[in-house]
Each structure stands twice: as C-alpha cells, then as structure tokens.
C-alpha cells in the first residue's frame, strides 16, 4: 500500500515540465536545476499531453538533455507532481 502523500502525484502537462527546464544550460544536460533534482537525467520525461498533430500520435515528453517537448513513441522516465 502506497503512503497518502504518494497517491496525490501525478504527470504533469507538457506545459507545467517545461518549467522546470533550465535553458541556460547546454546541453546535453540535464537541463534543470540538479540542487534541486538531483536525481535528473539528460532523457524525456512522459506528460499527460497529447500531440494535437494527427489522431492517434503518442503523448508528449520533455527531453532534459534539450528542452525540446515532442511526441515520444517508446519507454520513458516520469516525473511526477502534486
């Protein structure tokens, strides 16, 4: 059984992860603040977005190794928020 706290997370927007990426940064990252999240790697992080390009595209991922946010078929990290 999860702890309370931990049942409260969930995937943040493509919009809400963006704000964690630190563009002054080079890449190939991680492009955010490691005091913070020193657990981050320089990969996509899954979002709960959906690509509005075309029916059926995968959901979005915010790549920490470039801030770039896009469609992202495969197996990704998450990153999840309260």
């Known amino acids: 059984m999860l702890p309370e706290r931990d049942l409260q997370r969930r995937l943040p927007s493509s919009n809400e992860l963006q704000t964690l990426v630190d563009y002054a940064k080079p890449s190939p990252g991680p492009m ?47 990153r999840c928020v309260r």
């Open 32 to 78: 955010t603040d490691v005091a913070a999240f020193p657990d981050a790697l320089a990969v996509p992080y899954w979002t709960v977005s959906f690509s509005k390009m075309s029916v059926g595209a995968p959901a979005m991922t915010v790549n920490f190794k470039d801030g770039t946010a896009v469609p992202a078929p495969g197996m990704n990290r998450v």
